[in-house]
């Protein structure tokens, strides 16, 4: 018999479980390609009571994505530590382990996911994901060394995901641009945007060892 009630404790946990359980089959499946009832179900409760904690799946997205940024500024912070690794090769790294998205554990959206999902959010939900998305790359560069002006930081959020959508959009979304030239294309952002941000260390005063990040 299904239990009838549940403690603010409880709830808590169930929807840090289905948080956890969306994080898990979208960084492995695709955001579209994951389903409610797969969520749902590997929680081990019913359609009903997980419409209790998130009315859309676009609602339960969103909350997914807020709870990734922790795990990504984790994994930044471990290479910036990683002395077997030189500064502009960690950041390459990084940028390598986003762009393979689904094979690295990270939701990634594409440009229809967006569509979808942002087009439904009210007005104040837009905003908090704005202050949380300027946030996390704000703290991605200050780990990479770089001081987070706002104008710095908001190339920086384009520059990265116009590289995630364009990897992630061929062939299928962008069907006139060369899938075999698709690893060459991302190899080509990836050197743009180091370069950029190595200027910027530079230009922030930061000593760029010929090992080392000098952090």
């Known amino acids: 018999m299904p239990k009838v009630s549940y403690s603010v404790e409880e709830r808590k946990r169930i929807r840090d479980e289905l948080l956890q ?24 409760i019913s ?20 709870i990734q940024q922790p795990k990504i500024i984790r994994y ?19 940028f ?22 942002f087009r439904r959010l009210s007005a104040e939900s837009y905003k908090t994901f704005r202050k949380k998305q300027f946030s996390l790359f704000s703290k991605i560069l200050e780990s990479f060394g770089v001081s987070p002006d706002r104008k710095r930081v908001e190339l920086f959020i384009n520059l990265c995901l116009a590289m995630l959508v364009t990897i992630k959009a061929i062939p299928e979304t962008m069907p006139l641009l060369v899938p075999e030239a698709v690893n060459d294309t991302m190899e080509f952002q990836i050197n743009s945007i180091v ?3 190595s200027r910027l260390r530079q230009e922030d005063g930061s000593i760029l060892p010929e090992r080392g990040r000098g952090m």
Request: charged share 25%; aromatic share 12%.
């Open 21 to 44: 359980a969306s994080l898990e089959l979208m960084s492995a499946q695709g955001i579209r390609h994951t389903t409610i009832e797969q969520v749902y179900k590997k929680v081990g």
């Open 195 to 197: 370069d950029y941000l």
């Open 47 to 66: 359609r009903t009571f997980f419409y209790t904690f998130f009315p859309t799946k676009e609602d339960l997205v969103v909350e997914m994505l807020y």
């Open 76 to 94: 930044v912070n471990e290479l910036m530590a990683d002395t077997s690794c030189d500064w502009e090769n960690a950041v390459r790294k990084f």
């Open 96 to 117: 390598y382990t986003c762009c393979k998205g689904e094979k690295s554990g990270i939701a990634i959206l594409s440009i229809e996911e967006q569509q979808m999902i």
